[in-house]
């Protein structure tokens, strides 16, 4: 098992509870993104840079995740494809993505992307507080937990 990171998004702070749960429980960690990344030398993390372009690194996930695979992403059409590849993804809140809401989600977020579009919204998330450091922390120990055994 390993754990992919779609990074080009990711927020420091996740990747840096990532870096310590893979060091932890020594478990391969490839982030993915379009530009450079600069990571904790270690034997477990791994970076893989890909041309810019759009979808190009959610592709590079998606072709070489193993069933079983952790991703960890907050885009939703990815999570879609995670989920029908058998690999498990979960949102840099703590939130797991599963397969009995992702259309509900992936329908939410096309929505909003058009409420966007039309100027009726604007801006994206807020940013990430204590409370979803603290989800997403959890919601990973239960992870890796749950495929140790």
Not at 15 to 25: F, H, P
Not at 70 to 88: M, Q
Not at 118 to 142: C, H, K, M, V
Request: charged share 30%; net charge negative; hydrophobic share 40%.
């Amino acid at each position: 098992m390993q754990i992919w990171v779609d990074a080009d998004a990711c927020p420091k702070v996740v990747k840096e509870i990532l870096y310590r749960a893979a060091e932890r429980v020594k478990c391969p960690l490839i982030l993915v993104a379009n530009q450079p990344l600069s990571t904790p030398r270690s034997a477990f993390i791994k970076t893989i840079r890909v041309s810019s372009g759009f979808d190009v690194a959610d592709n590079y996930i998606v072709q070489n995740l193993e069933p079983g695979d952790l991703v960890i992403t907050g885009d939703i059409p990815l999570a879609a494809e995670i989920l029908d590849a058998d690999g498990e993804a979960l949102n840099p809140r703590g939130e797991v993505y599963n397969r009995e809401t992702i259309k509900q989600k992936l329908t939410m977020r096309d929505f909003m992307d058009e409420m966007r579009g039309t100027g009726i919204l604007s801006g994206g998330p807020p940013p990430l507080n204590q409370t979803d450091r603290r989800e997403f922390a959890n919601a990973l120990d239960r992870f890796l937990e749950r495929v140790r055994q």
